[in-house]
């Protein structure tokens, strides 16, 4: 499976480093000093700990917008430029509900993965989202970057398909012609542990195809052996301090994280 040859281990752990609010965000603190230096101390605590990637997102970019500000994607693209060389594992990208952004900022700082909505349609509190597979895939080969991986959101979290199918459904249907190159698969909310039965359908269905499924909310310490049944989990709140979400990275909460991940990669 590609995720051992990318991140070098089984069941890989990808931290959500979430990016303070940018310029032109409402909750933005005007400085982008402060801003780089949270990234940068987030970053070290995350490696520190001992994870296995990490994801860029602009998760604190409130409230979202379907078509993202050039101000957001540049300003993230010089976050990470600033961060390249503090990098020491695989990176990969989230321009929040904005899948052809995330593949363009990709492409601009080199990210291993992305992960989005690259497929669907939906409805939520900011509205109607219709997303084009067929735009997606074709503009990463338009930018000449087919190597960076696409971690496709099976069911995002907070938000409902405008006509519901049984999940291992949509999986098949977001695997037809093999473009997926991963399935994320979430909670109800962000923070919130996915359905077991959700989990498992879609693991079934994408395990014959040698596509991994993620575990892409809810992950923690009490429960991250049970979640490691899939082929890796993204992991946010957990690691911040005091597991809250809008906290800073806590590198002694990670290393406890990690510390019961190695117990089960030792096991199995």
Same mark, same amino acid.
Request: aromatic share 8%; hydrophobic share 40%; charged share 20%.
């Given at each position: 499976?590609?995720?051992?040859?990318?991140?070098?281990?089984?069941?890989?752990?990808?931290?959500? =480093?979430? =990016?303070? *609010?940018?310029?032109?965000?409402?909750?933005?603190?005007?400085?982008?000093?402060?801003?780089?230096?949270?990234?940068?101390?987030?970053?070290?605590?995350?490696?520190?700990?001992?994870?296995?990637?990490?994801?860029?997102?602009?998760?604190?970019?409130? *409230?979202?917008?379907?078509?993202?500000?050039? %101000?957001?994607?540049?300003?993230?693209?010089?976050?990470?430029?600033?961060?390249?060389?503090? =990098?020491?594992?695989?990176?990969? #990208?989230?321009?929040?509900?904005?899948?052809?952004?995330?593949?363009?900022?990709?492409? %601009?700082?080199?990210?291993?993965?992305?992960?989005? +909505?690259?497929?669907?349609?939906?409805?939520? !509190?900011?509205?109607?989202?219709?997303?084009?597979?067929?735009?997606?895939?074709?503009?990463?080969?338009?930018?000449?970057?087919? $190597?960076?991986?696409?971690?496709?959101?099976?069911? *995002?979290?907070?938000? $409902?398909? =405008?006509? !519901?199918?049984?999940?291992?459904?949509? %999986?098949?249907?977001?695997?037809?012609?093999?473009?997926?190159?991963?399935?994320?698969?979430?909670?109800? %909310?962000?923070?919130?542990?996915?359905?077991?039965?959700?989990?498992?359908?879609?693991?079934?269905?994408?395990?014959?195809?040698?596509? *991994?499924?993620? +575990?892409?909310?809810?992950?923690?310490?009490?429960?991250?052996?049970?979640?490691?049944?899939?082929?890796?989990?993204? #992991?946010? $709140?957990?690691?911040?301090?005091?597991?809250?979400?809008?906290?800073?990275?806590? #590198? !002694?909460?990670?290393?406890?994280?990690?510390?019961?991940?190695?117990?089960?990669?030792?096991?199995?």
């Amino acid at each position: 499976m590609w995720t051992k040859d990318m991140f070098g281990v089984n069941k890989p752990i990808i931290a959500l =480093l979430h =990016l303070d *609010p940018l310029p032109g965000d409402p909750a933005y603190s005007g400085s982008m000093r402060t801003v780089l230096d949270h990234a940068k101390a987030d970053l070290l605590a995350l490696e520190d700990g001992g994870v296995d990637g990490v994801l860029f997102a602009n998760e604190f970019s409130l *409230p979202y917008q379907p078509v993202a500000d050039i %101000a957001d994607i540049s300003t993230m693209a010089y976050i990470i430029g600033n961060l390249k060389e503090d =990098l020491s594992v695989p990176f990969g #990208v989230n321009v929040v509900k904005n899948p052809i952004a995330t593949i363009d900022l990709g492409a %601009a700082v080199g990210a291993n993965f992305g992960r989005s +909505c690259f497929s669907g349609a939906y409805m939520g !509190e900011y509205g109607l989202y219709t997303s084009n597979m067929g735009e997606a895939i074709r503009h990463r080969k338009a930018l000449g970057v087919e $190597s960076m991986r696409l971690l496709f959101k099976v069911n *995002p979290e907070a938000d $409902s398909y =405008l006509v !519901e199918r049984p999940i291992q459904v949509v %999986a098949n249907s977001i695997m037809f012609g093999g473009f997926a190159d991963g399935l994320c698969v979430s909670g109800p %909310a962000a923070g919130a542990e996915p359905d077991d039965t959700a989990l498992k359908l879609v693991h079934e269905v994408a395990k014959p195809k040698d596509v *991994p499924v993620f +575990c892409n909310t809810g992950a923690n310490h009490d429960n991250i052996q049970k979640l490691l049944n899939c082929d890796g989990v993204c #992991v946010g $709140s957990a690691f911040k301090k005091d597991g809250v979400f809008n906290g800073r990275v806590d #590198v !002694e909460r990670v290393k406890y994280f990690m510390q019961a991940v190695q117990q089960f990669r030792s096991e199995h």
